[in-house]
């Protein structure tokens, strides 16, 4: 999982691989949304979330 703060758009984003539920629950808990999803060559398909600040 990674997180980061925008300080400019004022949101968070996080993302976290499709399998690692842990990761997911987290996020989910912290009231991040979905937006989108990304490929990396390390972990694989990952899904991207965003919360505002």
Known sequence: MTALLDDDLARA???AGVENT????????F??????EQWDEVDGLELIFEVPV
């Open 22 to 29: 842990a990761s997911l629950a987290t996020i989910s808990g």
């Open 31 to 36: 009231g991040f949304v979905e937006v989108g």
């Open 13 to 15: 984003s996080a993302e």
